[in-house]
């Protein structure tokens, strides 16, 4: 099955054919290609999830402004990325096509595993705003259609210098200058060359990136990333790993590490900066996505102790992913979340001990989510996570990092009491044909693994 599909909009068939040439896809996505005079109807039509448009010689800017401006018109466009893909990488340039209506910009001298790490950036962008109306939609039936949410926009990003950590790992004197140059002259920096002490500057407030520079062998800095999506507070920081042959990564292993995007240290202050813009509108559209979800009514459709959806609320929206999911040609994975001791410290503590374990179990996992993912209280114990446009690697290795994260929680108790969750979690991917009772049935046929 087909995850996603992207079209590559050329000024002919040759010219669009090369652009394709220079995107690495794996094969969960389709790359295909269209002359500048088929671009429109295809582009409208609502199958593609990103479309980029080969600006420069053969298509000038100009051209190139007008197409994205008839695509505000376009029914599908809150659901499709608009990309350009340019010789010219200038920030004057990013923010002309910005301005036009472009998503983001591609530079042609990336390599093409640097582009099928933008390009898989773009694609959960689009997942994102695909699924903020699909909870929209949803809501509305649970409201009479009283229309609480906000219309999808695009948050509003501050053009103020990004604030990023550099770490470096196994640094060559050359490498580190002139990566650092790059860094200092578009952000406000701070560089440490210990991996140990860098932890600690994590949790100072108003980082808007990491950076992980490696010279030799990036699986230190791959490591580092790994732990750091282990603590709450830093699951959602966006972080990009710098190495001088991108080429030789393994994106899956990058990417369930945590890493946000990958870049050869070979950057240039423009280029970083342009990296670092994707990262601060990834962040800030997952922001806008929950606060626009903390909008709903709060007895019709929110639990009241762990902040997740409700029951009726949680399957209503799961049915609805499956369906947009269905025409799109997208997968689904659900995870099943239970607190195995929860009868135990209800016995042995009181229901108040129960309440207060609910709500410390809810804050986690709200702060270790993605904001396209969506948390369900299915009973006393049970907890039900959505995972849309997500194949069953990438959800395991997420329910298995929340199963370890809440079962490493120490919850005090009223008294001076302090107890430990023994969690179990499994795991179903949607096969394509069963509704939602029928695939949050599965769940229970199927082994349940304990984190204790």
Known sequence: MQANRVLVVGKDETHAKAGVAKIAADKFTLVEGASWTEALP???SGRYQLVIVLAGAEIGIAAVTTFARSAERWAQREDMMLVALTEDGTAALHRDLQHAGFDDIIHRPMHPT???????????LSTMRRELARRQATARGFTSGDGLFLAPAEPVIASRRASVLLVQFDQSAHCAEQFNRAVRSCTEATICDDPEA??????????????LCSAVDPKSAIDFADRMRRVPALYNLPVLLATPDVEKLDLDMVFNAGITDVAPTCLSSEQLSVHLTSFKRLEALR????????????MVIRDGLTGFAGHGFGMAHLQSTLRDC??????????????ENLDEINAAHGYLAGDIVMRRVGDMVRRCIRGEDMATRLSGSRILVQFPDTRYASANVAIRRLANVLRFQ???????????????YTLACWDGDADARTLVASLKARKVAVAA
């Open 287 to 298: 922001a806008a996505l929950a606060a626009r979800y903390a909008q709903h009514v709060e």
């Open 410 to 424: 120490k919850i005090d108790l009223p008294g001076g009491a302090s107890i430990a969750l023994r969690i179990g």
């Open 42 to 44: 295809l582009a409208s």
């Open 114 to 124: 640097q582009v099928a790490s933008r390009v898989a950036i773009l694609l959960r």
């Open 198 to 211: 860098a932890r600690a500057l994590l949790y100072r407030g108003g980082l808007d990136a990491v950076l």
């Open 326 to 339: 269905a025409e799109l040609s997208l997968p689904v994975a659900i995870g099943g979340l239970t607190i």
